[in-house]
């Protein structure tokens, strides 16, 4: 029997998920719920079938059409009296506690994602929660933990309907057979887009810590799972890595990490954290063999400062006073970048001092900065131009909780080309954007586009999408003045924790009279659990639909 919801101790607290975007995760419509394997661990006669209430061994019990039932005295009465009105409503109710049972062992009550295979069995509640991660996070409130309990009854319902209230008590686990395969859903699977990073080309990698498997985790993880990364899970020890060998086969495998939520398929990109499929032999062979150290001595090195290398300049937001009352504050600064001649730009990076403050910054050639994307690396040939004279403009997007201030000092870095002769190309960026959005209470599937037509000829570099909490898929595409199309970006299952900038591997040629259509869809209902209230309608700032395009134009001779 499921039992009640019970309050959170500090005890408990200590071993809720840290909710970071770096866990390796399912979402939640990975499961297909036609296909969930319930086993019928709770019995009929453990509901009573008139209250619907857990009932315990001493209570009254009876039999109708072969099945045993118990319950008080008046429910028997009641029952026995007419029992096709009661049988339906408890049939449903059972499915939905074998459902609470069976999915918890494999679900985040916290992020709302799928973890086949996790560590721990959660037991704060008295349910048998699991999940791949082991830290605490202080913003998780008593509440998620019953909001969460909601969202599986409310998926028990769909299932339910679904498989029509089938048991099946002989599978390893409530999703077996029932998790999609998010990598093979694009319209154009063939497309293989896994690109090496450039330190891993030409290099004969084996399946050992020291003769390879070392430099994949330096270049596809340790960007995030080291000392200061955005994950809490450290990859810079070979200990640090085995802790987590149960899970990181599955998030190799399915793939969920490394994190890149575009759809493969479609476009191939140059800045692409996709595991190619040798990688992913080598670490599954590495893993299966028993994590094997292998000849010679692998060290990882130390995390850079930066990661587009050492500036060039580094710049600083004048210390600014975020308002004390404000709750998302907006702020056009100027930033005085002392240049006595236009310098072109190749790469950019934005450091927040507070990335829980700041939500955006817009800073033109000087960088911009988004969730997960706080750098950028331009194509040879490319480059933005950061004029003299004038102080830059940056625009600063503030969130945090009314009645305390905040000073801001985000720090811009920016490398300048070698050789200014060899820039064939301005970049620039087009904001296309609804501006207007308006997303009604409750609506789980809001749909809202934006489109923009080339006024001349374009190479297209990079696409950066931009939705918040609410978002839940957004695609990019391109349609040519001769009617053929081309999706530049495709995110089925939008996290605004990953906001991250799409650099096309070749700039994609759009001439003029092109169309680039947005279309996205908004989840504001209390399913999606990033979402602070799907009791309100939600327009701006508090949600956005707008796409940064990166495109280039011909540099004058």
Excluded at 47 to 72: C, F, K, M
Excluded at 153 to 163: C, D, F, V
Aim: with cysteine; net charge negative; aromatic share 8%.
């Amino acid at each position: 029997m499921v039992p009640s919801l019970k309050p959170i101790t500090a005890a408990m607290a200590a071993l809720l998920l840290l909710a970071l975007p770096a866990t390796a995760q399912l979402p939640a419509d990975a499961v297909d719920l036609a296909k969930v394997k319930i086993a019928e661990t709770v019995k009929p006669a453990d509901i009573d079938p008139v209250t619907l209430e857990n009932v315990g061994e001493d209570a009254e019990s009876w039999e109708w059409n072969g099945t045993a039932y118990r319950g008080s005295a008046d429910s028997k009465t009641a029952f026995l009296a007419k029992p096709e009105q009661y049988t339906t409503a408890h049939s449903e109710k059972l499915w939905e506690e074998n459902f609470i049972l069976s999915m918890s062992r494999v679900w985040c009550p916290v992020t709302d994602q799928l973890n086949p295979g996790g560590l721990l069995e959660w037991e704060a509640l008295g349910l048998m929660w699991e999940s791949c991660c082991t830290f605490c996070n202080e913003a998780v409130m008593d509440e998620d933990f019953p909001a969460a309990l909601d969202r599986l009854k409310e998926r028990a319902k769909i299932a339910y309907e679904k498989t029509g209230g089938v048991y099946v008590n002989d599978a390893s686990s409530p999703v077996e057979g029932a998790i999609r395969d998010m990598s093979a859903e694009a319209d154009d699977a063939d497309t293989d887009c896994a690109l090496l990073p450039a330190a891993l080309k030409g290099q004969q990698l084996e399946a050992t810590y020291n003769g390879g498997i070392g430099l994949i985790f330096e270049h596809r993880c340790l960007p995030c799972h080291r000392t200061g990364g955005l994950s809490p899970i450290n990859f810079e020890t070979i200990a640090g890595i085995r802790q987590w060998s149960k899970n990181m086969k599955t998030a190799i495998t399915t793939p969920t990490m490394p994190p890149w939520p575009a759809q493969s398929g479609y476009t191939c990109y140059s800045d692409a954290m996709v595991l190619t499929p040798a990688e992913k032999d080598l670490l599954v062979t590495w893993i299966d063999n028993r994590f094997p150290m292998g000849e010679g001595d692998y060290t990882p090195p130390p995390a850079p400062e930066w990661n587009i290398g050492e500036p060039d300049l580094v710049v600083t937001v004048p210390e600014y006073l975020v308002p004390e009352d404000a709750v998302e504050h907006l702020a056009t600064l100027a930033i005085d970048t002392e240049l006595d001649e236009d310098r072109w730009v190749v790469a950019s990076e934005v450091r927040p001092e507070d990335p829980f403050l700041v939500v955006a910054a817009l800073g033109g050639a000087l960088g911009t900065y988004l969730p997960g994307n706080p750098s950028e690396i331009l194509p040879d040939g490319m480059a933005r131009r950061l004029q003299a004279g004038d102080a830059a403009k940056v625009r600063l997007h503030y969130v945090k909780e009314a009645g305390w201030d905040a000073v801001d000092m985000t720090q811009f870095a920016v490398k300048f080309a070698k050789d200014p002769a060899s820039i064939q190309w301005e970049v620039r960026d087009q904001r296309i954007a609804h501006d207007d959005l308006e997303i009604p209470a409750g609506e789980a599937a809001y749909e809202s586009s934006a489109r923009f037509i080339l006024p001349a000829d374009w190479k297209i570099v990079s696409v950066l999408p931009n939705l918040r909490e609410r978002g839940k898929s957004v695609k990019v595409s391109a349609t040519l003045p001769d009617g053929t199309s081309k999706v530049l970006v495709n995110v089925p299952h939008w996290k605004h924790k990953w906001r991250l900038r799409y650099t096309l591997a070749e700039p994609f040629a759009a001439p003029r009279g092109t169309a680039i259509q947005v279309d996205a869809v908004y989840d504001n209902s209390a399913m999606n659990v990033d979402n602070p209230n799907p009791e309100t309608t939600v327009t701006e700032p508090a949600e956005v639909l707008e796409v940064y395009l990166g495109y280039g134009v011909a540099v004058a001779d």
